[in-house]
């Protein structure tokens, strides 16, 4: 049984009213959880993912859809299970056609047993280049405040600071300003947590979220759909990322974006940081954020409308965007004004191939091709499990600070099977520019340890 979640608008009412059995039981999703190979977080001061009480269920089989955008970068990545609070339960995080970053391979995240429940660790963009895993003790808490100088001109963009590990303790590596590169974001150094310590990212160069592919609703099924033997799953309800940004949130200690309605103050103490103040929050770094204001640089007014929009939303409920793709198109159903047009998050992937302006072209993936691609969910979960046993072998021993005279622990992963071309084998517009010159570490920076605490959310 496949299952194929996207609706013409046209047809949408009709296609609802009268719904096959095979439908039943899914509920498409236009907020929640952003894919974590789509938009990578950052985060000053990482923690140990989320713990939850039940068992996420096994992977589902995953197709992809009959349609790709063009490239020879882009690959299928597959979905994953993610928890939902307000549910108390887990909805899938469905797979992405990507355009991958130059230089890089995925590591994918992965739920783990613990004696506290189940835990989430989180995912990164690896440097290809790089063929161990280090595992560093946690890093002090961060000490970035923000630009201390004059941006040289409009073109640059602040790059945060952060702690690099540096002659057997962790030094200050202070934050710098930056040239934007257009159709560019930059992502900045950062650390991934895992139970036996913490991962350091590099900074690099990705593309901008309208080139990045396409990223699917998710979905919520019924534990009765998905458990029948003949299931899969083929998603084909996009998020429109010309609307996207406009409602994109930070949840640090997820370490994930999430889109859609989460305006309500409730969310704001679950943690939630709208995407405009997350850098002004000290909680970390949005990527995005900073080039739409770099993109907005000539508009002195634009922050202003952001923090505007915002507050009208979060004040007013039939403000802000519908919570399913069942009351989307309800909405639809009532003709749409102009300005509810940032209302409307999802769009068909055949009607988003059919745009004119848009920056993908799409082309049509072969029966063959697709049930070849399938077969990524099968290979990610066992590197999945490979990177599962080496980040827990062993948990905690990497805890204390390792002296001088030792190295922290490193293990050898294989190769992932989401790995991009190398930047001499893209074209012109799809190689990276240069990296930036960074600043040295400053060892006169006094590192202060995190707050005592226990470290993750217990939904």
Not at 8 to 28: S, Y
Not at 261 to 276: K, L, N, V
Not at 361 to 377: C, H, I, N, T, Y
């Amino acid at each position: 049984m496949t299952i194929g979640t996207g609706l013409g608008w046209d047809k949408a009412i009709a296609a609802q009213e009268g719904r096959t059995d095979a439908e039943k039981g899914v509920d498409v999703l236009t907020r929640g959880p952003v894919h974590e190979a789509f938009a990578e977080t950052v985060t000053f001061d990482p923690e140990p993912g989320i713990v939850v009480r039940k068992a996420p269920p096994e992977s589902i089989e995953e197709l992809p859809p009959d349609q790709r955008p063009e490239g020879t970068n882009v690959e299928w990545i597959p979905g994953y299970w993610a928890w939902d609070e307000e549910r108390s339960d887990f909805l899938w995080v469905s797979g992405i056609w990507r355009d991958l970053p130059p230089g890089r391979e995925w590591v994918p995240g992965y739920w783990a047993r613990t004696d506290r429940g189940f835990q989430w660790t989180s995912g990164y963009w690896a440097d290809e280049d790089v063929s161990e895993t280090e595992y560093l003790p946690e890093p002090p808490e961060t000490v970035e405040v923000g630009p201390n100088v004059t941006a040289p001109s409009a073109d640059d963009s602040w790059v945060p600071g952060c702690w690099v590990w540096h002659q057997g303790r962790y030094a200050w590596r202070p934050g710098y300003w930056a040239t934007v590169r257009p159709n560019w974001d930059w992502v900045p150094a950062h650390y991934v947590s895992a139970p036996r310590g913490y991962v350091f990212v590099d900074g690099y160069w990705d593309y901008s979220v309208e080139r990045r592919g396409v990223l699917f609703a998710p979905v919520y099924f019924d534990a009765g759909v998905y458990t029948r033997k003949d299931f899969s799953y083929s998603p084909a309800t996009a998020i429109d990322l010309s609307v996207f940004t406009d409602h994109l949130f930070l949840r640090p200690h997820y370490s994930h974006y999430y889109f859609g309605d989460y305006y309500a103050p409730s969310y704001r103490a679950a943690g939630f940081h709208p995407s405009f103040s997350v850098h002004s929050d000290r909680v970390g770094y949005d990527p995005i954020y900073a080039h739409q204001r770099w993109e907005n640089r000539q508009d002195p007014e634009w922050e202003r409308r952001v923090a505007a929009d915002f507050q009208n939303r979060r004040d007013h409920e039939d403000a802000r965007p519908p919570r399913t793709l069942a009351a989307q198109i309800e909405l639809v159903s009532r003709a749409v004004q102009p300005h509810e047009q940032t209302r409307v998050i999802a769009t068909s992937l055949a009607q988003l191939a059919q745009r004119v302006r848009s920056p993908m072209r799409f082309q049509s993936v072969a029966k063959d091709e697709r049930q070849q691609l399938a077969q990524r969910g099968p290979q990610l979960q066992k590197f999945r499990e490979e990177r599962r046993q080496a980040d827990t072998k062993a948990a905690g021993t990497a805890a204390a600070k390792p002296s001088k005279e030792s190295e922290p622990p490193r293990v050898k992963l294989s190769k992932s099977p989401i790995v991009a071309k190398p930047a001499s084998a893209l074209g012109k517009n799809q190689a990276p520019p240069k990296r930036h010159e960074v600043p040295k570490p400053d060892p006169k920076v006094e590192p202060k340890p995190r707050k005592a605490g226990e470290k993750g959310e217990k939904p």
